[in-house]
T-cell receptor, first 116, second 112 residues
Framework: KAGVTQTPRYLIKTRGQQVTLSCSPI?????VSWYQQTPGQGLQFLFE???????NKGNFPGRFSGRQFSNSRSEMNVSTLELGDSALYLC???????????????FGPGTRLTVL | AQKVTQAQTEISVVEKEDVTLDCVYE???????LFWYKQPPSGELVFLIR??????QNEISGRYSWNFQKSTSSFNFTITASQVVDSAVYFC?????????FGSGTQLTVLP
């Protein structure tokens, strides 16, 4: 079974630009979560999508948004990039149904975003 | 609010030594789940174990073992006879109300 895939793996943008990251979950997984990993803040939850609906959201500004398609693939968008948005963005998928807390999440390799 | 504390930032051991990684958590939920993940230099988080709040049985899987103690809100992870390939960052995480909260991670270096 193929794992979680994320594209692109590396991205360089400048301040003020916007960026879209893509995540394809493991086949059969309907829940997709996004995380930001930085040396200073560690791993922080951004949001979770299930059946094309945002089910949970972390404490990030509105510049961070996402969506999920009918095939469970998900995209994350960051608008008006700031230097502090430089991070590893990780996507995770799980089998989660109604209650998402107990399913282990399977992570992709991440997208390394650098904002100059 | 949920919180996970991994007080050990970095640990170095020599191959074949045993090492324990500490994890202390805080939550007001009575139903929650605890996880350990490993992040090797490649960056991909690898799932190691899941425990629910009602199951305090310790678990052993090969060289790995986990000690869950609800009374002290701890979920410690021990690697027996460590190997160089165990070198990675290890994260403890708590899941409740649909959100996964990670600790800050422990960088484990196993020296040959």
């Amino acid at each position: 079974k193929a794992g979680v895939t994320q594209t692109p793996r590396y991205l360089i943008k400048t301040r003020g630009q916007q960026v879209t990251l893509s995540c394809s979950p493991i086949s059969g997984h309907r829940s997709v979560s996004w995380y930001q990993q930085t040396p200073g803040q560690g791993l922080q939850f951004l949001f979770e999508y299930f059946s094309e609906t945002q089910r949970n959201k972390g404490n990030f500004p509105g510049r961070f948004s996402g969506r999920q398609f009918s095939n469970s693939r998900s995209e994350m968008n960051v608008s008006t990039l700031e230097l502090g948005d430089s991070a590893l963005y990780l996507c995770a998928s799980s089998l989660a149904s109604r209650v998402s807390s107990y399913n282990e999440q399977f992570f992709g390799p991440g997208t390394r975003l650098t904002v100059l | 609010a949920q919180k996970v504390t991994q007080a050990q930032t970095e640990i170095s051991v020599v191959e074949k030594e045993d090492v324990t990684l500490d994890c202390v958590y805080e939550t007001r939920d009575t139903t929650y789940y605890l996880f350990w993940y490993k992040q090797p230099p490649s960056g991909e988080l690898v799932f190691l174990i899941r425990r629910n709040s009602f199951d305090e049985q310790n678990e052993i899987s090969g060289r790995y073992s986990w000690n869950f103690q609800k009374s002290t809100s701890s979920f410690n992870f021990t690697i027996t006879a460590s190997q160089v390939v165990d070198s990675a960052v290890y994260f403890c995480a708590l899941s409740a109300q649909g959100q996964l909260t990670f600790g800050s991670g422990t960088q484990l270096t196993v020296l040959p």
